[in-house]
């Protein structure tokens, strides 16, 4: 069982910035495609980053260029650096496999976030 644990969110100004973090633990078989998610309400689950095996990193129109992801494999831990926030980005992010893998991890709770104008 494979479990997933996000954190760092909170209340930030918008234009502030926010490093959110996904610690996995337990059966990890594969690390090497993580994704972050977010949910704001009365919405759907989006994919907002992902990052591959290679490093290579892909990117929600409404976040490139303000959003990087990284991960420490040694730590099984993916980040997601979050900059020049806005009202918009405001939901609870999670991490979690990409939606063209095979399965995915039981989700987290999640880390909510909440940009204020």
């Known amino acids: 069982q494979v479990h997933l644990v996000e954190s760092g969110g909170g209340l930030v100004l918008a234009g502030g910035s926010l490093r959110l973090s996904c610690v996995a633990s337990g059966s990890i078989f594969s690390f090497n495609v993580m994704g972050w998610y977010r949910q704001a309400p009365g919405k759907q689950r989006e994919l907002v980053a992902r990052?591959?095996?290679?490093?290579?990193?892909n990117y929600a129109d409404s976040v490139k260029g303000r959003f990087t992801i990284y991960k420490d494999d040694a730590r099984t831990t993916v980040y997601l650096q979050m900059n020049s926030l806005k009202p918009e980005d405001t939901a609870v992010y999670y991490c979690?496999?990409?939606?063209?893998?095979?399965?995915?991890?039981?989700w987290g709770q999640g880390t909510q976030v909440t940009v204020s104008s």
């Open positions: 979690n496999r990409p939606p063209d893998s095979s399965y995915y991890f039981p």
């Open positions: 990052i591959g095996s290679g490093g290579s990193t």
